[in-house]
């Protein structure tokens, strides 16, 4: 018998596509969505594509919608309906889901419609809320691919753990959306389905590598998306198109059953975090994982509940820490005029305190982190790709075969990079504790230290595709292993970010970045700034902001 010959990586390709297609296909939209739109308009078409019952849910925040829909005013359908129209038109106009789940979503819907009849009670704390989910985590009978060509046919058993705690609270998962191949790229591309663009600006990326979630959730296709971060996944998305995205730290969210190369590996632990329209939709996403216990099923995480309690008071004394850049890459200049427009509302809350933070050693930092991303080289990613044929994604070449720091490392080059991880670790530790205003000579105790570093995101706003190759602004803190935050704080005004001509340069990152600054081609596009805590300060930096 002849050997099964194997399909071209375009005829899976193409199979994967028409397979999303099928399932767009199942949602009907309403016959005037079908106007022209230009690139920076895409958002307006969304809006005037539905009815104003449908905008006024998926505009309502994830708090709203959960009030509406507790107290009968919104069904579960209507509200599963209205996310599902919302989340087909944003995947035409930003390429952003791999599959609308819409029988299953509809299903659920009905029963927590009847749920909430019958017993005069919501299920649980999401009641009837719809939230996508990047494909890398897996959902019970559905695909698992990670953007790899040759995992097309990959599927799993069972939901993801984190999915299973979220449906338990009565979430409503409506869509699966698109990584980057190898899931490490700041941007989102793959052979499977192309290239995920800004809502806001279609020839501009929405980021990665969670950058599905970021286009759907920021145009407003879902109000709650569930992504991953090793080195910026969530916030360089939720930065560039405008919405809130949590970096956790490490081993508190529960990660079984999510998709990578190498998922039991941590030298740079990944995490599972949300992305919201709203600073309360990430509270309520960590509220409700965490209140399941779930280190009580997988013995890795730390048994830490989520602190609803944690407050800041107004006579309570904060201290901000600010990066204006990182002594390696200065941002562009909406980034530096985001820093300035906060640090003047700080400066002008009386129990705030601002003081300028002065980067440790990032250059060396990404030396660290980028050696432990690929401790064999980068060999299984590059196994992966060939068993297929599909060639190499731009940024995959980058991250991988242009990266000095990436080589096969033997195991006591491996020894090496993680006690040069853990001693960075401490001189970190050291930068942060050094700046307290004093230190009891009795007890040793450190008074009045930095709460919380304010910086970038990154160096600019959503960049133009295949040009994302400075991680350093968000890649630092998976290194420490720092809980981060990304929120929006303006939009690009090419009047006022104009910027200097500069003559000097930190270096060639540096001159490599500013090179890439035009207001013209960014106006208008969110501007995001990114919150730092210590380990486990995850509750203190969500209630700073």
Not at 76 to 96: I, Y
Not at 276 to 299: D, V, Y
Not at 466 to 478: E, F, L
Request: glycine share 8%; with cysteine; net charge negative.
């Amino acid at each position: 018998m002849a050997p099964k010959q194997q399909k071209s990586w375009q005829s899976v390709a193409e199979e994967a596509q028409k397979y999303r297609d099928a399932t767009l296909d199942k949602v009907q939209l309403p016959a005037k969505a079908i106007h022209q739109h230009t690139p920076d308009t895409a958002i307006d078409f969304v809006r005037s594509s539905l009815s104003s019952q449908e905008v006024d849910i998926t505009e309502s925040s994830a708090e709203k919608l959960l009030e509406q829909l507790r107290n009968g005013v919104w069904s579960a359908v209507s509200v599963t309906n209205a996310f599902l129209r919302r989340a087909k038109l944003t995947q035409n106009l930003t390429n952003c889901v791999t599959e609308l789940i819409s029988e299953r979503a509809l299903d659920r819907a009905e029963f927590l419609d009847s749920y909430l009849k019958k017993h005069g009670k919501p299920i649980g704390p999401l009641h009837g809320l719809p939230i996508s989910v990047k494909e890398s985590i897996g959902m019970a009978g559905l695909g698992l691919n990670a953007g790899y060509i040759a995992w097309w046919d990959k599927k799993t058993s069972e939901d993801a753990r984190v999915l299973q705690i979220l449906y338990r609270g009565g979430a409503v998962f409506h869509a699966r959306t698109t990584q980057p191949q190898t899931l490490m790229h700041l941007e989102t591309d793959n052979n499977l389905f192309g290239v995920t663009v800004s809502p806001f600006n279609t020839r501009l990326s929405a980021g990665g590598s969670s950058g599905g979630e970021g286009a759907l959730v920021g145009a407003r296709g879902s109000c709650l998306g569930i992504g991953t971060d090793v080195g910026g996944s969530i916030r360089s998305p939720a930065a560039n198109n405008g919405i809130y995205g949590l970096k956790p730290t490490a081993f508190r969210v529960p990660t079984d059953g999510w998709s990578s190369i190498a998922p039991g590996a941590d030298p740079i632990p990944t995490v599972i975090g949300p992305l919201s329209t709203s600073l309360e939709g990430l509270k309520l996403f960590m509220q409700t994982i965490l209140s399941a216990r779930p280190w009580l099923h997988e013995p890795a995480l730390l048994p830490m509940p989520w602190n609803t309690t944690y407050q800041i008071s107004a006579s309570q004394p904060i201290k901000i820490g600010i990066i204006w850049h990182d002594g390696v890459v200065q941002p562009h200049p909406p980034i530096t005029r985001a820093l300035k427009t906060v640090a003047s509302k700080l400066a002008s809350v009386s129990n705030v305190t601002l003081v300028d933070w002065e980067p440790h050693l990032h250059d060396e930092a990404w030396a660290i982190i980028s050696s432990l991303y690929f401790p064999d080289g980068g060999a299984e990613e590059a196994a992966t790709l060939a068993a297929s044929g599909e060639p190499w994604r731009p940024l995959t070449k980058w991250i991988i075969h242009e990266n000095p720091c990436v080589k096969k490392l033997s195991m006591e080059e491996l020894w090496y990079w993680l006690e040069e991880r853990e001693a960075y670790r401490s001189e970190y530790a050291k930068v942060w504790n050094d700046t307290a205003d004093s230190v009891d000579e009795a007890t040793r105790e450190m008074r009045r230290m930095v709460d919380a570093v304010l910086c970038p995101v990154g160096p600019g706003v959503a960049p133009r595709h295949n040009t994302a190759k400075y991680w350093g602004y968000t890649s630092q803190w998976n290194l420490l292993d720092y809980p981060a935050v990304s929120f929006p704080v303006t939009k690009v005004d090419k009047e006022l970010d104009k910027g200097e001509k500069r003559e000097t340069f930190l270096g060639e990152a540096d001159r490599e970045n500013w090179d890439l600054w035009d207001p013209d081609t960014f106006e208008k596009m969110p501007v995001s700034l990114q919150l730092v805590g210590r380990r486990f300060d995850d509750e203190k930096i969500l209630a700073i902001l």
